[in-house]
């Protein structure tokens, strides 16, 4: 069964760097073709794709964003890293891990989601 | 990047067919077969109805079909139920950027 957990500050300050982890299990990371994505939701509005990391270590930024993201992966714990940074209210959002396999462009699993909320 | 083009909310019936319509470009839907759809429930993750266009992944109630023509894809639901009551969200491979989402479709079954 494949399962994908974000966890991370449920708040950060304006300015601040944000870190997220995604634990997963049931797959992975270094079967080809399956990748790890993180995407976002303002509250009440649609998905964001950010940013997404591929089993040989290739990492791709959604272009609007690319300054602020880094995306990691540490195979040996199963795990995805995103940090952002400057964080700002407008950042505020649900923000989810989610795999894809076999080279397909779409997102089989999705984690929970954790809300960030950015307030002084 | 601009978000693909979602109408705002579809309604109907129990019992009623429904269609979703997701509007791209060339450089996505149109350029691609690789449309997917998502429904969210309140307070849920998004889960994957439909990969490439109109593939049904497993588990999935062949009540959700999917269509392209052109640069919109489609989403139909067939014999509504209450349970189908959520957000829809289409998306698609775009060039450049990889990844694009639609706005969002609520439906609301009456």
Redesign the interface.
Known sequence: QVTLKESGPAQVKPTQTLTLTCTFSGFSLNTHGTRV?WIRQPPG?????LA?IDWDDDK?Y???LKTRLTISKDTSKNQVVLTMTNMDPVDTATY?CARSHNY??????????TLVTVSS | HSALTQPASVSGSPGQSITISCTGTSSDIGGYNYVSWYQQHPGRAPKLLISEVSDRPSGVSNRFSGSKSGNTASLTISGLQADDEADYYCSSFRSGTLYVFGSGTTVNVL
């Not at chain 1, 509005?45 to 794709?49: G, H, N, Q, S, T």
């Open positions: 994505s509005k649609a998905l964001e794709w997404r791709f959604n272009t609007s989810y397909e462009p779409l997102f089989d699993s999705w984690g929970q989601g």
